[in-house]
């Protein structure tokens, strides 16, 4: 399904079927599922649940 093997952006971990991931993305101006998977693909961020779970705030 995506080109390249996705990876956690912070720690590189590669993300397995079944893990639990969060992804930060910007929410497409179009409405539509294919319009978020063609971001996904495209500029997509991956953060394992571990990663987001350690991360700190920074506000
Ligand atoms: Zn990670």
């Given at each position: 399904?995506?080109?390249?093997?996705?990876?956690?952006?912070?720690?590189?971990?590669?993300?397995?079927?079944?893990?639990?991931?969060?992804?930060?993305?910007?929410?497409?101006?179009?409405k539509?599922?294919t319009?978020?998977?063609?971001?996904?693909?495209?500029?997509?961020i991956?953060?394992?649940?571990?990663?987001?779970?350690?991360?700190e705030?920074?506000?």
């Open positions: 399904m995506f080109g390249k093997k996705p990876a956690c952006s912070n720690c590189g971990n590669e993300i397995n079927a079944g893990d639990l991931i969060y992804v930060k993305m910007q929410y497409p101006r179009r539509g599922m319009e978020i998977i063609a971001f996904l693909k495209k500029e997509g991956f953060i394992c649940e571990n990663c987001f779970n350690n991360r705030d920074h506000h």
